[in-house]
């Protein structure tokens, strides 16, 4: 009969506990590379998201820049137009000033 302390059954023990430990050990990396799997695939969608939102508001932004292009373009043309009446203005206040002088 063998022993239940004999070397044999001692080491025979030892090493279906370390297998277990490393089987589990196994299991927690491979869980672990699941998550880190799964965390990176949440970052990139997060990132990606970011970057979608990044993008809308550059468009918007270049909008805003294109409507502000335009109001200056108005503006300017306002301004050269009421110049333009002022000088007009100015040569007939010319013309009665004249007249009235005679």
């Given at each position: 009969?063998?022993?239940?302390?004999?070397?044999?059954?001692?080491?025979?023990?030892?090493?279906?506990?370390?297998?277990?430990?490393?089987?589990?050990?196994?299991y927690n990396d491979e869980s672990l590379e699941k998550?880190?799997?799964?965390?990176?695939?949440?970052?990139?969608?997060?990132?990606?998201?970011?970057?979608?939102?990044?993008?809308?508001?550059?468009?918007?932004?270049?909008?805003?820049?294109?409507?502000?292009?335009?109001?200056?373009?108005?503006?300017?043309?306002?301004?050269?137009?009421?110049?333009?009446?002022?000088?007009?203005?100015?040569?007939?206040?010319?013309?009665?000033?004249?007249?009235?002088?005679?």
């Amino acid at each position: 009969p063998q022993m239940p302390d004999s070397p044999h059954l001692s080491s025979l023990g030892k090493s279906d506990s370390s297998f277990s430990e490393n089987s589990g050990l196994f299991y927690n990396d491979e869980s672990l590379e699941k998550d880190l799997n799964d965390m990176g695939k949440e970052i990139n969608l997060m990132l990606s998201t970011y970057a979608k939102i990044l993008r809308q508001r550059a468009a918007v932004d270049a909008s805003y820049i294109d409507e502000i292009d335009g109001l200056f373009k108005e503006a300017n043309t306002i301004e050269n137009f009421l110049i333009q009446k002022r000088e007009l203005l100015r040569q007939r206040f010319t013309v009665i000033a004249n007249t009235l002088h005679r």
